[in-house]
């Protein structure tokens, strides 16, 4: 069984910085491409960065300059916030596209909260 667990949400104010770490646990073949996608209240879910199956990390336009992605080794992805904005508030999750048990699909983590306060 695969898990991906997320911690370091929490509630800052607007300028300031958070870091979420995603640590991959079980049964994993290979990892194709691991990174975050966040949802605000009331919108759909939205990628955020990630590395893809080359390891180049991809940013979205919102958060280019502000955000970055980093990973200590296969299983583990972090996500530095800096400048926070109050549109960045939103259940932040880990997602993984791997392979565990000859079987290639997508996991999700449960979700940390981050909230931006103005």
């Known amino acids: 069984q695969v898990q991906l667990v997320e911690s370091g949400g929490g509630m800052v104010q607007a300028g300031e910085s958070l870091t979420l770490s995603c640590a991959a646990s079980?049964?994993?073949?290979?990892?194709?491409?691991m990174g975050w996608y966040r949802q605000a209240p009331g919108k759909q879910r939205e990628f955020v960065a990630y590395f893809d199956s080359v390891d180049i990390p991809i940013y979205a336009d919102s958060v280019k300059g502000r955000f970055t992605i980093s990973r200590a080794n296969a299983m583990n992805v972090y996500l530095q916030m800096n400048t926070l904005k109050p549109e960045d508030t939103a259940v932040y999750y880990c997602y993984a596209l791997l392979t565990s048990v000859g079987v290639k699909k997508n996991y999700w983590g449960l979700g940390t909260q981050v909230t931006v306060s103005s």
């Open positions: 079980g049964i994993i073949g290979s990892i194709n491409t």
